[in-house]
């Protein structure tokens, strides 16, 4: 991993396929939906979060500092990790995330992931590392990939961008909601926190940050049913479609 940061944004852009890109703030329901339509259309879905999320659980384990770009770059460099498309319906286990061997698709989803992750995002080395990765996943186009770069930095080319946006208030809902469902014993007002303050390293950091971009489509999900998204989104995806004249 990580071996080649240069490599060219051009490389795949070979059109074989639809590149879908969705960024947003955290809990906005971007993997919901990402999960919904990518289903819907046949098309590879990846969630970039869930690769930070990774990397912060094997920094976590090994007790790494958070600050050293260094020893993380290192540690980046000497992971494997895979995602593993389910062949089930279920959309909780649309896919399994796969670090040096061992299934952390739950465990990344814990709290104390979510109090760390930020920080690891935020450092430009670590970023860079990923950019191949993440172009390599897309290389072969239907799919839906989303983050917080994807349509600035990662997939500048993506045939359709998405930005998604909820008010604060109805983002920290689902999430403390997502998380009891779950059965963690977490607090409202944590969570809260939380959110508020991944935002704000995400959305502030020099080297990448949650920006929507000029070409993205904004999509407010406030007051939607998750139904009503998805049909807005699959309607965009339609005439972006026809513009192109494709098949697939
Ligand atoms: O699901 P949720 O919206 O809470 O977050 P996520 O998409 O799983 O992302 C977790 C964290 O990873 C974010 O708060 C960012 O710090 C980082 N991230 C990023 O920096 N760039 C991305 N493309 C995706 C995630």
């Not at 852009?13 to 289903?39: C, E, F, Q, Y």
Request: charged share 35%; with cysteine; hydrophobic share 35%.
């Amino acid at each position: 991993m990580g071996e080649s940061v240069n490599w060219r944004i051009d490389n795949f852009m070979k059109k074989n396929g639809l590149i879908i890109a969705i960024d947003g703030p955290a809990a906005v329901g971007k993997s919901t939906m990402g999960k919904l339509v990518a289903r819907e259309l046949g098309f590879l879905y990846i969630d970039t979060g869930a690769i930070y999320r990774a990397i912060t659980w094997k920094v976590l384990k090994n007790n790494i500092n958070k600050n050293d770009e260094n020893m993380i770059s290192d540690l980046v460099s000497n992971t494997s990790i895979i995602i593993e498309r389910e062949n089930t319906n279920s959309p909780k286990d649309y896919y399994h995330i796969f670090v040096d061997g061992e299934d952390v698709t739950e465990e990344i989803r814990n709290p104390k992931i979510d109090r760390n992750v930020s920080q690891i995002a935020r450092l430009p080395k670590i970023r860079k590392q990923l950019i191949y990765l993440q172009r390599k996943l897309a290389e072969k186009g239907n799919i839906v990939m989303e983050g917080r770069d994807i349509g600035s930095v990662i997939l500048p080319k993506a045939d359709i961008k998405l930005y998604f946006t909820a008010s604060e208030e109805e983002r920290i809902r689902r999430r403390y909601k997502e998380l009891i469902d779950k059965g963690y014993n977490v607090d409202y007002e944590e969570v809260k926190k939380q959110i508020v303050q991944r935002d704000e390293i995400d959305s502030k950091r020099k080297y990448a940050p949650l920006i929507k971009a000029k070409d993205a489509i904004l999509i407010d999900s406030t007051e939607k049913s998750i139904e009503e998204v998805k049909n807005e989104i699959l309607k965009i995806i339609k005439k972006q479609r026809k513009c192109r004249g494709k098949t697939n």
